[in-house]
């Protein structure tokens, strides 16, 4: 199973806003079943979510899903900016992004039991690999976040893929990914 992503594959760089990218993916995923698709601008969430907003600094994952779900995203057009870019994080939306955002917000409909909203999946038991299989077999993506060791900081071009020691202790970092498929 692969869910359909109509957009290329965002960087964040130096930008810590990987749960705005991963919040993003998710709403342009569940839109790609739909017309029109519209890309969404994840420096527009990064900046309206954060309490801080001359300080890059993470994103919390509640508060970004609460802007999304109540205030929406702006589209990638009316806040043009490349996420890698630290310049570009600190760059405030204009109005007209504030007001296309209202067009944009999440709002998954599960049909049979009228319910709106977004769901949260078992981490910690034994049948959670088959819940989230379950979730992605019906189109609908995976936020998930985790805590991650020293060794992801030296990520880069030469050293691409992530391989924590085993008992290695966490670090205070985190990470937000979208899942959207599996073997």
């Known amino acids: 199973?692969?869910?359909?992503?109509p957009?290329?594959?965002r960087n964040q760089g130096e930008v810590p806003c990987c749960t705005a990218i991963a919040i993003i993916t998710c709403m342009e995923i569940l839109d790609a079943q739909f017309e029109p698709t519209v890309e969404l601008s994840a420096l527009y969430l990064y900046w309206v979510a954060r309490r801080e907003k001359g300080v890059l600094h993470a994103l919390e994952f509640d508060t970004a899903l609460k802007w999304a779900i109540t205030n929406g995203v702006s589209s990638l057009g009316l806040h043009d900016?490349?996420?890698n870019d630290p310049d570009n994080a600190i760059s405030p939306p204009s109005k007209e992004a504030h007001n296309d955002?209202?067009?944009h917000k999440i709002s998954m409909r599960n049909s049979p039991r009228r319910e709106v909203g977004y769901y949260s999946l078992p981490v910690g038991s034994s049948n959670a690999p088959s819940k989230w299989k379950e979730t992605l077999r019906a189109g609908i993506p995976i936020?998930?976040?985790m805590r991650v060791s020293p060794e992801y900081e030296s990520l880069n071009f030469s050293n691409p893929v992530y391989q924590p020691?085993?008992?290695?202790p966490l670090s205070r970092l985190g990470h937000a990914i979208t899942i959207i498929g599996f073997d």
Do not use: C, D, P, R
């Open 7 to 9: 957009f290329k594959v």
């Open 165 to 168: 020691v085993i008992n290695q």
């Open 81 to 83: 900016y490349h996420e």
């Open 101 to 103: 955002a209202s067009f």
């Open 1 to 5: 199973v692969m869910l359909y992503h």
């Open 143 to 145: 936020v998930a976040g």
